[in-house]
């Protein structure tokens, strides 16, 4: 059986990103995307949705992974926000029994283009500030000119890339010596939510699919 994977996103970028990874391990896993992006609260949003939507719920058994695809800010240091999100992802863990269900959290700093310059260069630039984001917008644009938030066609261009952002990303968690862990662990996702330095986890979910790929 396919591992069913459900996915829950900020931002139109991570849609177009999502929508490539569906189509590219479609014979390893069955990857599912919210219909639309959270308005407010991913977290919230999510326990709503498995809470009162007969959709999720009635699959919540059959569900193996759920992944947060976000940016972690400036703005969601604080250790009250780092509790709800918590207890969110413990609830969904809970939904299914024996295995639990494994929640991933698929965070970059700042903002998704980070992320996309993985696929191209090892770098660690600044993310928080509104400036640091649309210099990271405009780095992303001198490889892929055609790059916008939310388009297909050029985020179609980046993600093939993946297994650099995989190498990228992995040793830029390395580097950070202050991290309680490198495994993927509440108290290390803690800890980056609650530091913001410049980081990315989505590779583990890379990994975790390629790693399908190399069991058939």
């Not at 990103?17 to 919230?44: E, G, H, W």
């Not at 250790?79 to 494994?102: A, F, G, H, V």
């Not at 980046?158 to 580097?175: D, E, F, G, M, V």
Request: charged share 35%; glycine share 2%.
């Amino acid at each position: 059986m396919k591992p069913l994977i459900y996915v829950f996103y900020e931002g139109e970028s991570e849609q177009q990103y999502i929508d490539y990874l569906k189509s590219c391990f479609s014979d390893v896993a069955v990857i599912k995307r919210c219909s639309k992006r959270a308005s407010t609260n991913l977290f919230a949003d999510t326990k709503s949705r498995f809470e009162k939507d007969k959709k999720y719920r009635d699959v919540a058994e059959a569900t193996d992974e759920i992944w947060f695809f976000f940016d972690v800010e400036s703005k969601d240091r604080a250790d009250e926000i780092w509790s709800e999100r918590l207890k969110t992802i413990n609830y969904l863990r809970k939904l299914r029994k024996k295995p639990n269900i494994r929640v991933r959290l698929l965070m970059t700093s700042g903002c998704v283009e980070y992320w996309f310059m993985l696929h191209f260069k090892d770098c660690a630039p600044p993310t928080q500030t509104d400036a640091d984001k649309k210099k990271l917008v405009e780095d992303v644009k001198k490889i892929i000119p055609t790059y916008k938030k939310g388009d297909k066609d050029s985020i179609w261009k980046i993600a093939p890339n993946y297994p650099t952002a995989i190498k990228y990303a992995q040793k830029r968690l390395q580097s950070i010596k202050e991290i309680p862990c490198i495994e993927d662990t509440d108290e290390r996702n803690h800890w980056l939510c609650k530091n913001c330095l410049t980081f990315s986890t989505v590779f583990e979910a890379l990994d975790f699919l390629e790693s399908l790929n190399s069991m058939v």
